[in-house]
């Protein structure tokens, strides 16, 4: 079962990173364990047209901050009986929360989709904050978009091959929903049947047939091998699915509507990892989801 002992939530006081700080509260609240509230202030000094801004006028902008923070911190307690730390910081958000990432040894990070320039629609987006720490960070992230404060009792996970990242994304998808439901999902094409074409319409089906059972086969082996590391009270459903990996995650998460996806980020060392991850099925899934995402490396 996943070790929750400290949490690490994100803010810039917009409605999108609410709905992560109560995320946060909750799940701090379910498992017992610390939370800690990270705030990066801008340094007001970029935007004064090279006249900078005065200490005075500095501590009035911070005052003012500090009231909606207060807030926050109070909606906590209130809301989840949890008393949260928390710290306030100028610079640039991501490195503010790396920094923060490399102190406080966070056992789950948790931020919003988007920051302040969130519209508060559930559509396609990831903000830059939340695109930089997938490749900075290598503790799990979660991505915060539904408003809804209640424990997560269904989840989603998404496997890849057979792997210790596999069953660490099994062991999370599991131990967040304690009986609740968690489907386990191997999504697998086959592009290269179409290769067999130009041999015969015969060989094409016969040999299409086979790379196609090949490929159900070793999807199938790959969720039970990861099962492994499921834990407690919860329902598993283990599903190996043909299709594009992004299209059949995003058609599954409609049909078995969880609350939360798990997946994983892959090798975060990886050579111009910031690109191929771009284009790779963990950040198209973040991006279209229209639920939480729980990025494990």
């Known amino acids: 079962m996943p070790i929750l002992k400290r949490i690490l939530v994100a803010t810039d006081l917009s409605a999108a990173a609410h709905r992560a700080v109560m995320r946060a509260g909750q799940l701090a609240s379910q498992w017992g364990a610390d939370l800690f509230l990270v705030r990066a202030r801008r340094n007001w000094n970029l935007f004064a047209r090279g006249r900078g801004t005065s200490s005075e006028g500095d501590r009035d902008i911070a005052h003012g901050a500090d009231t909606p923070l207060r807030a926050l911190l109070a909606d906590l307690e209130s809301n989840f009986g949890v008393h949260a730390r928390c710290d306030s910081r100028l610079g640039r958000t991501s490195n503010i929360i790396a920094a923060m990432v490399a102190e406080y040894d966070p056992h789950l990070v948790v931020i919003g989709v988007r920051g302040q320039h969130d519209t508060g629609e559930i559509r396609p987006c990831l903000g830059g904050t939340a695109t930089e720490l997938l490749t900075r960070i290598e503790q799990p992230l979660l991505l915060v978009r539904a408003a809804t404060t209640a424990a997560y ?25 304690q009986g609740g439901d968690c489907h386990v999902l191997h999504a697998y094409d086959t592009p290269y049947v179409e290769r067999w074409r130009p041999g015969g319409v015969t060989k094409a089906l016969v040999e299409g047939q086979r790379h196609m059972r090949r490929a159900y086969e070793e999807a199938i082996t790959s969720v039970q091998e990861a099962l492994c590391a499921a834990e407690g009270t919860v329902r598993v459903h283990s599903h190996a699915v043909r299709g594009e990996p992004v299209a059949t995650m995003l058609a599954e998460i409609t049909l078995h509507a969880p609350q939360l996806v798990v997946i994983g980020k892959g090798d975060l060392q990886a050579p111009h990892v910031q690109q191929r991850m771009m284009h790779g099925v963990g950040f198209r899934i973040a991006y279209h989801s229209p639920v939480d995402v729980l990025m494990i490396s």
């Open 153 to 177: 009792t269904t989840s989603l996970v998404a496997l890849d091959t057979a792997s210790a990242l596999s069953q660490r994304t099994v062991l999370w998808g599991t131990g967040l929903v």
